[in-house]
């Protein structure tokens, strides 16, 4: 069974290199063209099913695919930031690069946060539900934290070790029938967009 996880479209608050966190705002110009582009893999790679975040941004992306009657699911909201959502990296990098670049590798929460740990638990079993609750390959409709997330629970692969997810890009995993626990990954960051190296999730 492959799992298909997608990153939302670019929004106002990716353009401005702002935290978004369970937060919304909406997708930009770029970010409905590129929900558009995907879903053309999406016709190709065929999934049978798909859920998706139940934010505002994941929302927009889903309908914009062709998925707008799917269900919802909280648990895979992107991570909770904190006092720190609505700040922007280059604010954050100033003030303590140090300790941003540990959030970004899972090794810090700011007050008010989610722990990564609690995090990827939270979505791998969001996930864990969705794969187990039906047939055929999944199309969760998510955020770059989640898609992290995910490779860490699935793959083994740290935050510290995957480069940031662009939107409306794709991530692949296969998992064997009816195993759930780990997973081979296929792809990464693929799409019809050039991914971007320094996005804010």
Known sequence: MRLILMRHGETDWNVEERLQGQDDSDLSECGIAQARAFAGFLRALRPARAVASDLGRTRRTATLVGYGDCPSEPRLRELDM????????????????????????GDFTPEGGETWGEFRDRVAGGLRHWLAAGEGDLLAIVHGGVTRAALHAFVGLPPSRVIPVTPGTGTLLRFAPGRYETAQLEAYNIGAVVPDMSVAD
């Open 82 to 105: 904190g006092v720190w959502t609505g700040r922007t990296k280059p604010e954050l990098t100033a003030e303590d690069g140090e300790r941003y670049h540990a959030w970004r590798a």
